[in-house]
């Protein structure tokens, strides 16, 4: 499982997408959801703007990634 790392407490599934490198646009994204070939947290996902959250969990086919807070604070 491949961990991604987030500034926030919460990014877009499209941006997780693109930011993981699966997809290399919007209309890539549209792609894979309307395929049905997105989960998230075990459950097929349609929408590239679910927010997700640390701990989250989404899997493209055989891909998996976590996301997590990256450990570096702005300012801290």
């Known amino acids: 499982m491949e961990e991604i790392s987030i500034r926030g407490d919460m990014i877009r599934l499209g941006q997780l997408l693109k930011l993981a490198g699966v997809t290399g646009s919007g209309a890539d994204v549209k792609a894979l959801l309307a395929a049905d070939e997105v989960i998230v947290n075990g459950e097929h996902e349609s929408r ?24 570096t604070r702005p300012g801290g």
Do not use: E, F, K
């Open 48 to 71: 590239r703007g679910r927010q997700l959250h640390p701990g989250d969990v989404v899997s493209v086919g055989a891909l998996q990634l976590r996301v997590t807070v990256s450990a």
